[in-house]
């Protein structure tokens, strides 16, 4: 077993999340793809809490389904948490003995009797002297020991967490640790043989979620303003430049509400800074006059939208794909704005410089569609060059352009050169109202039907940016998968799968989702006749925005469901295998495979 | 680039003056705060691309166009944090706001108290002439209770705000009054406003003549003005300014409510020494990911 | 000649749209049909300003093309209008002497000389009496004197006018009028032959415009408050509530801003009482969060939006359908928000109430998608029968529903019965938070997989409304169009033309913009290969959504541009004639009608 | 359907409290603010379906779920346009609005004041706990200067609001201060305000244990409180009011800041009225296009 999902609930207290924690960074350490979710009861503190840990010595791409080894530190607790942590007949199940339940009676659906295994936790945990306190350090000395991962990492992992308190709790919680692979050692379990190598180098690869990795992009990209308002699941972004931007030169306005967020950030652009500001869907949806704004003003800004479940305050720690045909549709009168989605930690940093470049070509808002799921989950990441991204700025006025210099020209490529005040000779009048070239307000329809052709021309460009989709699969497959987001990663993992069972399938991901590249879309399904278009939403938002200007192959359907329970790797594959086998595809794929 | 403020300048009204005609109302009182904005700047003598000029929607909010300043004519009530994020962006402009009584008390009174304790140094002037201009007349925030408009046809029923009292509430530094029936007065208020360091108010009884309240127009205000000085009001004194304050809507007081005699430092000098102070600790760009990095 | 297009154009002060007003309140007492647009320049008030009047006797459903009659007090005022009064080779161009300008050398584009005559308006004015302020009655005398309109009428309409002012204005004013016909009397003009006999019954027509009749309907719904915030084109619908709501036991609040305005009406519709709020283009931005939280705490309210140019601040005063994107899909999440558009000051009254009846049917923000042509043109309405319409309100919980209440019980219909504080036993927790069929919060994936559903599937009989589309024509014609809103009223009459020269043409306007009622233009469509949806706006907005969930013909195609010049009805029949030619479709139809 | 507020209630406690089980952290100030609600209501003895309770977004703003009126726990900031939409629709209801700091001073500031001037009788309870509690921690409208929170991790440059000084300066007629340290008083507090005629405003400052400032809890309070009555302070006096609320951050004053000894007539009372005088030139619904009819 080379890939494993790891499960554990507890209640508030019993630091499950610790535990967690304490793993993930051990085997990142150790070389493995790592990837860790976590989630809570409604309280704010002190409910129970759970994780999930995703280890694995090959590629992974998202968080995995039923889990591998389920660990229950009581059960009232573990059931709370429902559809997250879904136990099967392979499931290793392990619970505090204190439970004292036999494992034949256990309170969970759908479990083998023989995988289930009552161990000592919180006794354990109160011989080493640390007392309940150090329960959750026993489950990770149990876990590694079963997984026979090495000992150092985890330990090290340990030590980083504790090492700055009391070296008696340290001391206690390496005891419970070691206490916890002794008992493994002594109780092997036949039906967990152990993860295997981790194949990857040990110590060089990071550890971080999305939220930060959107952040140090921002950064990279060389944003020197931010503008917000909290709002989960958004608001570590603001959190990490409020404590790194300054050091840049920049500077950070935690703002009165998401309008003013906004507001100062589009100051910020037309003062000629790079400019951000991040929220959830609430905020987006006050940000949208502003947005409006910044369009016909025609100001680079980059707006980054953590998607959580909707509508309305719906449920801020869950993800969704809900938000989209807000971010393309949202504001009143003809407006294009450029909606990109990273898929994990490691693309939301490319795809956030992509982000700023786009906006400052292109003197638009652009809005970066992250959701929760990737902003939240902490991902091992291999290292990058990030000198393969190029930064783009603005193009500003020459001086000779400076010296008729009007805002708005009409050019060819209908992108005019941008001053900003300080800027002599440029000076210009910005407006929400519309305006001629040189600026000035007019209520001429001639001119306003212009300059709506100049805001949308500008982007021609676009369309021809091959480098902003993913293409996997063999090019001449007959299926077809495309996915965005989050739910990416699932099919990344689902065409492997398909693959592997010989159905002809490829992928696309889009991570610029609008405007829609006809042209990537149209050779992508040439030769196609079925496929699915898989995405976390009720309505199936980007099939529908597809269909607005392609004409679809006839099988291609969309495959969508609301969020906060995540896609299946294998729930796509069996629906592709449908297609399959409704378009007579199976026999000579299978064939072909053999 | 940056030309610092001096007593004796070399730039013209005319230099601020922009070719565009304003779409006022002849006898419109923004015609004489335009003009009295011409004279503090040419007072002062900022090169006018070194001054951003930020308004919201109204009659009013057209000022920045008359100008040569740089100007962002924006959306209603959203002029103060446009230009929170200008002068963080670039603290050595002059950033100057202006509006409407309905664009600065009504949709965007929600801004209002964070700007006024972010003390940045910017100077926010508003028209307030009592009625909603540019949409024709209908009740704006500082409509006085029971005045029959297109909206309150059976007359208002609600208390008007008091701009000047609010302000001092929120902890405003510099707060002062003027009416375009007093020129000078009012453009040397505007000239002082510009200098004071941090966050400066100036509110003007800027009359609409077109759907303005008839004890709001220029005669009305010759003939009821009084000037704090005259009435040896104490600008340093908060709680006396507040009581002064009390008296709008009845009185027309003109000059300096308030003015603290001893500036506290600027939201973006604190800044500044922020920024130096950390500057030190930045990791390079190229390295800027290697935190992460589990070793 | 029976149908007509006046355009005036004067100086501020020249009163030219008290002319405009005198002449369209006259036509219509005496029974003709009329539809009268105004227009200023950017002055505040004192500049420039114009009308458009279109007096015919047959019905009318647009303010028509180009001028059949254009009048200019002056020539740099009129010019300044451009496309707005547009001339023709068939204009009878009228101007004042006072210019003294030989007719062949008018400063016009594309007039015809022998249609050009200069008349000594000022001068007549002068002479009356009255001066300067009369030049406009004297034009009112010239044209009722020339179209042949009856005399009583409209000096009725001008006692009307001046009756309340000083017995000397009037005096003049009549004076002037007089003066006026007893010109045109003395010079007849052979190109203007007079209009013909209205047939319709005089005094008995009503005259408003789309935003009082909007509020009327309001009222008639039952609707007992409002909250808003002034914003043109739509404030008049506020102003005419604060002049009539209180006589109902309503009540009415301007608040701060478009946020409060809509949160008092979701507040007051909370309270169980039928509630509006109205706005344009910005303030539909604004009002997006709150919007969101009236459909997942299914909440009834209708929200006008009366569209302007956007996007921004845009064009406030010239009219667009460029905010139906934003009517639809604005707000985060996947929500499904009913939006209706009328087409005509007519038509509005219904579709207002139809809007009340379905927000409180669905218990859902339905969104009245008006335009500024339809909200501020004066158009002359026959008398309906206001009981044609049944009122709908909100199914509230019985006697025996009340005692085991829940408030989003998941019912077949999906409907579920609705409380209001004051009901006893009714009880219940609204939330714009994800919650269960009591109303509580949940963070359970499948109880929000469930309430989307249910909040999706309540709409299902909406997409059997087929009284919520007008068709017209063929059925069985193979070139389609579709419009909507005030283009509507273009393709009524692009409609007609297109018979009458043996197109093969049927039309079908949606009121009903969304959801898409598929069936109807299914059924529409059969048999259809060619056609235009036409609307104002750059993208095509409609187009696209029609897009999202239909195949549609394939010639059928978008006729779309941007707002503030309306769409003429030649220019579409134009459109249908190329599309007819390719189709081969000429000869036949051709051959049918004759 | 209603019954009028009286001395002696058949209500007891239980009657307003729910079976939702409270998200909040144990030892969570606001849990002393619902106990002292429910005894209020109680004593005021309306029955719990003739109230609506409206809140914003935050832990504080669960508040109405854990009583058994009509709640609605609204969108973040909303709350006061809400409530008085339904007082307007209704005015037989008692209407209760809840919140937090950052709930009603920051992204819903721009309300406050024209629900103030307005005058509707409703009672707004603020819980000020000088953080983002839901949202874990970060700067609030009333955090203290220099504060080091997760998102000002090198202090808070900026002064923090006043509510109460605000509020006084918006024309409140009824201001107090609370703490569930003294549970006698804030219940005795919150009885006062919904049983004034008009727009009462209690602030409460109800200690955040997980994320609050440690000078802000429950312990502090006991030793620091000081009750106004105490100080001798006169709540009839408004500007004397001002300059005790000026203390507010500093001193933790409680009880009453200010009452209107003689209420002004209240917003819906207005309404009414208007209703009552114009309802007989209502034209009836089917007669309602004639005014459009042109002869
Ligand atoms: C979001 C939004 N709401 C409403 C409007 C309409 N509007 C434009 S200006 C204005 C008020 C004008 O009053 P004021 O701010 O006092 O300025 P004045 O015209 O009196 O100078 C309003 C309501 C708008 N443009 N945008
Ligand atoms: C429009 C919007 N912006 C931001 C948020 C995120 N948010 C929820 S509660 C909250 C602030 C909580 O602070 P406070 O109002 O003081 O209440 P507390 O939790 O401290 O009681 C924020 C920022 C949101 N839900 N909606
Ligand atoms: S309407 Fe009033 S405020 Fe506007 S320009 Fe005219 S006079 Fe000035
Ligand atoms: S986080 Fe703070 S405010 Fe929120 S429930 Fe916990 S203690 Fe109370
Ligand atoms: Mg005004
Ligand atoms: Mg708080």
Redesign the pocket.
């Known amino acids: 077993m080379s890939d494993l999902v790891i499960g554990m609930a507890g209640a508030g207290g019993d630091g499950i999340i610790a535990a967690g924690e304490s793993l993930t960074v051990g085997a990142t350490l150790d070389g493995y793809h790592v990837i860790m979710t976590k989630s809570f009861g409604s309280q704010i503190r002190g409910g129970e809490s759970s994780c999930r840990v995703r280890v694995s010595a090959t590629p992974i791409f998202n968080q995995g389904g039923v889990l591998d080894v389920a660990v229950a530190l009581n059960w009232s607790d573990f059931l709370k948490f429902g559809a997250e942590l879904p136990v099967g007949p392979r499931t290793i199940v392990l619970y505090d003995s204190e439970s004292h339940l036999d494992p034949a009676v256990l309170p969970v659906e759908g479990y083998s009797e023989d995988r289930a295994f009552s161990v000592p936790i919180t006794e354990m945990a109160r011989k080493s002297g640390g007392g309940d306190r150090v329960k959750n350090m026993v489950v990770v000395g149990l876990l590694t020991g079963w997984l026979q991962l090495a000992e150092g990492p985890t330990r090290k992992g340990i030590r980083k967490r504790f090492g700055a308190k009391d070296p008696a709790v340290l001391a206690a919680a390496e005891k419970a640790f070691d206490d916890g692979r002794a008992y493994a050692a002594a109780n092997p379990i036949a039906a967990l043989p152990g993860l295997g190598a981790s194949g990857g180098a040990a110590g060089t690869n990071m550890l971080t979620d999305g939220n930060e990795m959107c952040a140090s992009a921002a950064l990279f990209s060389g944003c020197t303003f931010f503008g917000g308002y909290p709002i989960t699941p958004s608001t570590e972004i603001m959190q990490f430049l409020s404590r790194e931007i300054w050091k840049y030169g920049g500077s950070l306005l935690q703002a009165e509400d998401e309008i003013a967020g906004i507001g100062a950030a589009v100051g910020a652009s037309f003062a000629g800074k790079k400019s951000m500001t991040a929220t959830s869907g609430p905020g987006l949806s006050l940000k949208t006059e502003v947005l409006g704004l910044a369009s016909i003003a025609e100001l680079p800004l980059v707006v980054v939208n953590v998607q959580r479940g909707g509508p309305s305050t719906g449920m801020p720690t869950k993800t969704e794909q809900a938000d989209l045909y807000q971010s393309v549709f949202s504001s009143h009168g003809d407006v294009l704005r450029p909606v990109l989605a990273p898929t994990s930690v490691a693309d939301i940093f490319g795809v956030t410089v992509h982000a700023f470049n786009i906006a400052e070509e292109y003197q638009t808002p652009v809005i970066l569609l992250s959701d929760q799921e990737i902003a939240q989950r902490k991902e091992s990441v291999e290292p990058f060059d990030l000198s393969q991204f190029p930064i783009v700025s603005r193009r500003e006025p020459t001086a000779e352009e400076l010296e008729h210099y009007q805002r708005f020209r009409l050019t060819e490529s209908s992108i005019s050169p941008i001053s900003h005040p300080g800027m002599a000779g440029g000076s210009y009048q910005g407006a929400g109202i519309e305006h001629n070239e040189a600026g000035s307000p007019t209520a001429s329809g001639v001119m306003h039907a212009r300059m709506n052709e100049k805001r949308f021309h500008k982007f021609a460009p676009l369309y021809e940016r091959r480098d902003l989709f993913l293409i996997e699969g063999d090019p001449q497959a007959p299926l077809a998968l495309v996915s965005w987001g989050s739910t990416a990663g699932v099919c990344r993992e689902a065409l492997r799968l398909a693959e592997d069972e010989g159905l002809p399938v490829k992928l696309l991901v889009p991570y610029l989702l609008y405007p829609v590249a006809e042209k990537v879309y149209q050779e992508f399904f040439r030769g196609v006749s079925a496929g699915l278009l898989v995405e976390q939403s009720y309505q199936g938002q980007l099939y529908r925005i597809l269909r607005m200007v392609l004409d679809l192959p006839s099988g291609f359907e969309s495959c969508a469901h609301s969020g906060a329970i995540p896609f299946q790797p294998s729930e796509v594959v069996d629906h592709l295998r449908g297609q399959a086998e409704k378009l007579g595809l199976l026999e000579p794929a299978a064939a072909a495979a053999s | 680039m940056t030309t610092n403020a001096s007593q004796c300048s070399s730039f013209q009204i005319n230099d601020y003056r922009s070719d565009l005609k304003p ?3 002849p ?4 015609y004489g705060v335009v003009t009295s904005l011409y004279r503090a700047l040419a007072h002062i003598g900022r090169p006018p691309h070194e001054i951003a000029f930020v308004s919201g929607i ?3 909010s057209r000022i920045p166009g008359y100008t040569t300043a740089y100007g962002f004519n924006s959306v209603h009530g959203r002029a103060l944090p446009i230009a929170q994020g200008i002068k963080l962006a670039n603290p050595e402009l002059l950033v100057l706001v202006a509006g ?1 009584d309905g664009d600065g008390f009504s949709i965007g009174g929600g801004h209002l108290p964070h700007a006024v304790r972010r003390n940045m140094d910017l100077t926010y002037v508003v ?1 307030d ?1 009592q ?1 909603y ?2 949409t ?1 007349g209908q009740l704006s925030p500082t409509s006085h209770r029971g005045v029959h408009t297109v909206t309150s046809p059976e007359g208002s029923l609600e208390e008007p705000v008091n701009p000047l009292l609010y302000v001092l509430a929120y902890g405003a530094n510099f707060v002062a009054q003027g009416t375009p029936a007093d020129m000078p007065g009012l453009s040397a208020m505007i000239e002082e406003a510009i200098r004071y360091p941090g966050f400066a108010f100036v509110n003007v009884q ?7 309240p008839p004890e709001q127009q220029l005669r009305a205000h010759k003939e009821g003005m009084k000037s704090l000085v005259s009435l040896g009001h104490d600008p340093t004194n908060r709680v006396q300014a507040m009581s002064m304050a009390q008296a709008y809507g009845h009185e027309l007081y003109t000059g300096v409510f308030y003015r603290h005699p001893d500036p506290p430092p600027s939201y973006e000098k604190l800044v500044a020494e922020r920024q130096d102070h950390m500057k030190a600790t930045a990791v390079p760009r190229e390295r800027l990911l290697d935190r992460f990095v589990q070793h």
Chains 1, 3 share one sequence.
């Open positions: 779409i006022w109302c006898g419109c009182g923004d109204g009659c009013s409407g028209m002439n009625i201009g540019l024709k800027s009359p609409c003549v077109t759907f303005g």
